[in-house]
């Protein structure tokens, strides 16, 4: 059984509104949080290990300590919640049936970093979760945790939800913030980071939904008891959203200490694959990470069962960080055509990619054309390496890392199923007919 810090009281009807939620502990983390100095309220992140929930990893308590603090300058908050990326919905859970829980790690992570007005951006589809998000801001702000002096500590906050408009690229922290300031969303070229010079030039730091509701654990129970769940660098909980050609399709919360092999065929979890198929590939962290096939997903390089945590997940040909990603766990069975899927993704990416760098532009629309002519049985082998050689100049040279995510599936799914592209080229005629299904994301 693993441990539940974010989705513990998931069960308790009524928890989406304050009177339940705040009967049920709510709110403690506030009030333990401002009779601390802002400083120390940053030590404790320190001290859990949290790191970013949104796919990168990185140690929030150090992205916390970057912060500039000219002085007379307001500094922000801002939560994305623009969860855009394929098979991720976690985010989705947590602000539709614990929207008190991201509130409450919203007023003491503004708190911490200084920021008396802190905005919540939710993606566009997401059309009906602003309207709870607001009645918990108003609940709040009804029983005194948001607002002007709260609790009686001279402290301010204001916490504002802006609705996106439905890009994928609104993710990505800079052009995130031009949308909020209500330009088109197009990433910025770093440095300066949000850090130093964020929305409408103030300092300003972007961190994911799930990673400041993991807040409110860690100060409730100290960063070195949060520390102490999970395994090595991995610490605390995840939540994994798992999607695809499984039994028990959901989100869940893990503590970072169970086998991949424990997660797709666990009861528990995922409850196996659909129909008794076998489990043919899983791109364990949304779209933006590797495909792997079943063997590299359940084993390390080393031999050893692989698991669900940042470090066992970042062996997998992935050079530049982890597959944890954005714990968007897409499981594909026996039947999954690599090449069909593959092409859905570029066309995602073609589609979704903002136009200022050419390798992005002009490669996502040329890799979604040859994966398109090799799925319909009309390509030929040198396809196959023109798709190698664009992915590889996409791959670090563009302002945003769309670019990657774009050119990583194909990279992936090329090196570890080239065998599947061959056969669309050999067997050209039954690529034509063939009708493979999708996995569900
Ligand atoms: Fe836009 Fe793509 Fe360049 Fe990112 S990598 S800035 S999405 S063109």
Redesign the pocket.
Known sequence: MSRKLLLENAHIEGIRYYDVYRKNGGYRSVEKALKMTPEEVVEEVKKSGLRGRGGAGFPTGMKWSFIAKPEGVPRHLVCNADESEPGTFKDRYLMEFLPHLLIEGLIVSSYALGSNTTYIYIRGEYAWIPDILEQAIAEAKANGFLGKNILNTGFDCEIYVQRGAGAY?CGEETALIESLEGKRG??RIKPPFPAVKGAWDRPTVVNNVETLAAVVPIINMGGEEYAKIGVGRSTGTKLISACGNINKPGVYEIDMTISVEEFIFSEEWCGGIKNGKRLKACIPGGSSVPILPANLLLKTAKGEPRMMNYESLADGGFATGTMMGSGGFIVFDEDQCVVKNTYTLARFYRHE?????SP??EGTGWMEKLLLRLEKGQGKTSDIDLLWDIQSKIEGN???P??DAAAWPVAAAIRHFRDEFEWHVTHAAEAQTRNYGLAHY
């Open positions: 690229i197009n990433p990619s903002c136009g200022q760098c992005c532009r563009t302002i945003c769309l670019g």
